[in-house]
C-alpha cells in the first residue's frame, strides 16, 4: 500500500505552504485548536514549543486534533497487521497519556 500523494504544498487554508510552523503556530484554520493549545505556552516561537516538554506535549496533541497525518495510518496498520479497532484503541490511550 501506498501513501496518498500530497498534490501541492499549500495548505488547505491557501494562505501558505504546509510547514510545521505554519500548522502550529499561523494557519487559520487550526486557530481555535492553536489557542488552546499553543497559545497558553506564551511563545510565538516554534522552535520554543518544540523544545519544551509543555510545548511537544501541546504540538502532539494539536496534531492529533487536526489529524493532518491521517494519510500515513494506513499504511502503518497494514504493515503492522492492525485492524481498526487496535488503532481507536492505541489513540484513546496515547490522549490519556499526554494528558
Known sequence: MRVLEVISPD?????????????????????????ELITPLRTISVKEVLTSKAGGRAA?????????????KAVVEQE????????????????EEIE
Open 11 to 35: 495548505c488547505e487554508c491557501l494562505e501558505r505552504a504546509i510547514t510545521v510552523e505554519h500548522v502550529l503556530m499561523k494557519c487559520s484554520k487550526w486557530s481555535a485548536e492553536r489557542e
Open 60 to 72: 502532539i496533541k494539536m496534531i492529533q486534533r487536526t489529524k493532518i497525518l491521517d494519510q500515513f
Open 80 to 95: 503492522e497487521g492492525r485492524t481498526a479497532e487496535d488503532r481507536e484503541e492505541e489513540e484513546k490511550r496515547s490522549e
